[in-house]
């Protein structure tokens, strides 16, 4: 049996709930970590599940990770991954997108021989292979839109800036309303909010937001979108008629909120996938050189329009695209190469 037909038989026994036959059961190729900060934010177990996916289709095990406050950290997951013989690892939003940690523990592990990924909160001091969307464009598509609905102030609750993707969306941010709305860089921070991810943090942010007049906000994620719309609507206002909220993620439940949140979508499907191609080519001593065919991939996502016009300007479709791209490192040759 040709092993895509074998794939599509294994997984229609799974979707409908049968058991495989033990002729079909397949022998791992062996256990990959998953290593995430959290499982609340529906955005995690999205990518979570892909990842899974695509490894048990190339024969792997995944062993799901994750941290909790007053659990595990990273640093003594991995060790605990590294002791049972892990094939490889991947990471999702973990310490390299903290600008505050020190990379050099990702130098040290793949001293060990361990291969690894990372997904989101790209960081030019860590030396490996990256999948990670482009924060300051999904800022300025943001932006654009509510600029293009008539919105003139224009707010941003994002998460603490010592992470990677909550300093390029603010760097995003402000470089949009400077060329849009010709508002410059210290008048824009104070349309910034810095403040915890979640929907209280997006709340907190919201209040301080609302209390400067903004009628548009753009928000870090999904769930502090949740919290500002709550905000909103704690003051006797109506989300979109009175404020627009733009999220960003467009986890899987986001298009089932009332009214449906405008957001930026990041590609989980396809970033995922290209995490674990890129792992596996690595484990597999296949990895790219830097003159290889596959030196360079990219990916784009639409935003989907769920905001209600304000102004003459709303016209216009919300189409823009946010680019995702993958970094790709040959340690052997010290090469990097694709999109950042």
Not at 43 to 62: K, M, N, R, S
Not at 222 to 248: C, E
């Amino acid at each position: 049996m040709a092993g895509a037909t074998r794939h599509k038989v294994l997984a229609a026994l799974d979707v409908l709930g049968y058991e495989r036959p033990v002729r079909l059961k397949q022998r791992s190729a062996g256990l990959v970590g998953l290593v995430v900060p959290e499982l609340t934010n529906p955005i995690f177990p999205a990518f979570a599940q892909v990842v899974e996916q695509v490894l048990a289709g190339h024969g792997y095990t995944p062993v799901l990770c994750t941290q909790m406050p007053g659990g595990a950290t990273e640093d003594e997951l991995v060790e605990q991954l590294v002791e049972r013989g892990v094939s490889g690892i991947v990471f999702l939003s973990g310490l390299h997108a903290d600008a505050t940690a020190d990379p050099a523990r990702y130098a040290r592990l793949a001293a060990r021989g361990v291969p690894f990924v990372l997904i989101n909160g790209y960081n030019e001091h860590v030396d490996a292979n990256f999948v990670s969307p482009d924060d300051r464009a999904a800022a300025r598509m943001a932006v654009r839109h509510l600029v293009e609905l008539g919105h003139e102030r224009i707010g941003l609750a994002i998460g603490p800036t010592r992470y990677v993707p909550s300093r390029r969306k603010a760097e995003g941010f402000a470089a949009e309303l400077h060329e849009l709305l010709g508002v410059e860089r210290a008048d824009a921070e104070r349309f910034i909010r810095p403040t915890l991810f979640g929907v209280e943090g997006g709340h907190a942010a919201a209040d301080i937001l609302l209390g400067e007049g903004c009628t548009g906000i753009v928000c870090g994620s999904d769930l502090m979108a949740l919290g500002v719309i709550r905000a909103v609507r704690a003051r006797g206002l109506d989300v979109p008629r009175d404020v627009s909220v733009v999220g960003f993620d467009d986890s899987p439940l986001i298009a089932f909120t009332s009214p449906p949140l405008s957001t930026v979508r990041q590609p989980v499907q396809a970033m995922a996938t290209a995490a674990v191609g890129a792992l596996l080519e690595e484990i597999e001593g296949t990895r790219c050189s830097a003159r290889s065919s596959c030196s360079s991939r990219s990916w784009w996502c639409a935003a989907r329009r769920r905001s209600r016009p304000t102004g003459p300007r709303n016209r216009k479709s919300f189409r823009n695209n946010l680019r995702c791209g993958v970094r790709r490192v040959d340690r052997a040759s010290g090469h990097s190469y694709g999109h950042g």
